[in-house]
């Protein structure tokens, strides 16, 4: 059974800079693509970025993109993301995704707000 623990989030004035990360246990983080995704409230769940098996590629949502970055260390079997630049509207849930396939596991979140 794969599990995934986020860590790292807290309060955090705009402007300012957080790094999570999402440690992988059961399997190594390279079986998977691993995303991040974030939940605000009243909001649907939002797709913010992703890590290729190869830990070669990367995407990330229009949103986040030039303020934050996904990376992993196999050696610690851990998934980052480091958040620069904060806005207000980064303000959610951020969880952890691991995906294969069509097998998805989920960690259960750490909260990320961002005051102005």
């Known amino acids: 059974q794969v599990q995934l623990v986020e860590s790292g989030g807290g309060v955090v004035e705009a402007g300012g800079s957080l790094r999570l990360s999402c440690v992988v246990s059961?399997?190594?983080?390279?079986?998977?693509?691993m995303d991040w995704f974030r939940r605000a409230p009243g909001k649907e769940r939002e797709w913010v970025a992703q890590?290729?098996?190869?830990?070669?590629?990367?995407h990330y949502a229009d949103s986040v993109k030039g303020r934050f970055t996904i990376s992993r260390d196999v050696a610690k079997n851990t998934v980052y993301l480091q958040m620069n630049s904060l806005k207000p509207e980064d303000t959610a849930v951020y969880l952890c995704?691991?995906?294969?396939?069509?097998?998805?596991?989920w960690g259960q979140g750490t909260q990320v707000t961002v005051s102005s």
């Open positions: 995704n691991a995906f294969r396939g069509t097998t998805h596991f």
């Open positions: 890590i290729s098996r190869s830990g070669g590629v990367t």
């Open positions: 059961g399997r190594n983080v390279s079986d998977y693509s």
